[in-house]
């Protein structure tokens, strides 16, 4: 079947190198964001998660900035491995709201 | 990894079949979700539940039901498969929130297809 990866914007880097993803979000009023990682053939995973009361989250190798004022999330990986080389989403919810919205995702290729 | 199952994993249907999905969790969350995933598109909500017995649409509903008897249990059914409804379908779980968190953990997916 068609892969997941297609028809979403890419990054490609070289392995050792720090990755940035960006995601624009929709709503002003959301208070919770959260980043997933995809992998081919595999369910979204959980990776880190931000309250709109923080600007900055740093979990292990990966970094998540929020700016409020311009409705941006942003998505570090440090020193980027092959493994890391999948589909990001971020997504966002509204004043605890059980539903989420998600972004359309972004196809991360590492090139050892 | 939260404790997920989907069934069957793929499935080819026909046009017009009666198809059902059935997702499993072991984690006792309160809120389970089926999704369809597109190329192009996403992540799009079918359905959710947010209890035994209390579930409701999501910006896909047409022509996809659920059922939810047990809290491990989330069933989508297609009544009369189309080749529209050729997706991969994944089964998502949450918490009920009271710790101020709303990820949800997915489930492997099922890929089906209607020919």
């Known amino acids: 079947g068609e892969s997941v990866g297609l028809h979403l914007p890419t990054l490609s880097v070289q392995e050792g190198d720090n990755s940035i993803i960006n995601c624009a979000y929709s709503n ?12 081919s053939g595999k369910g979204p995973q959980f990776i ?19 700016n409020k004022t311009v409705k941006h999330l942003s998505l570090q990986i440090a020193a980027t491995q092959p493994g890391d080389s ?13 539903i989420p919205t998600f972004g359309r995702g972004t196809s991360l290729i590492v090139h050892p | 990894d939260a404790g997920i ?14 198809v059902t999905l059935r997702c499993h969790q072991t984690e006792n ?14 992540l799009r909500l079918i359905h959710y539940s947010y209890g035994v017995k209390d579930t409701d649409k999501g910006e896909v509903s047409d022509g996809y039901s659920v059922s939810r008897s047990k809290t491990e249990d989330f069933l989508l059914t297609l009544e ?21 968190r709303y990820e949800q953990y997915f489930g492997p997916g099922t890929r089906l297809t209607v020919t």
């Open chain 1, 86 to 98: 999948a589909v990001y989403f971020c997504a966002e919810n509204i004043g605890g709201s059980y």
């Open chain 2, 80 to 100: 009369s498969a189309t080749s529209s409804q050729t997706s991969v379908y994944f089964c998502a779980i949450s918490e009920s929130g009271a710790s101020g």
């Open chain 1, 48 to 66: 880190i998660d931000i309250r709109s009361n923080m600007d900055k989250r740093q979990g292990q190798r990966v970094t998540v900035l929020l």
């Open chain 1, 28 to 39: 002003s009023a959301s208070d919770y964001f959260i980043w997933y990682k995809q992998e």
């Open chain 2, 5 to 18: 199952t989907q069934s069957p994993r793929h499935k080819v249907t026909e046009t017009g079949t009666p």
């Open chain 2, 29 to 42: 969350h309160r809120y389970m979700y089926w999704y369809r995933q597109d190329p192009g598109h996403g």
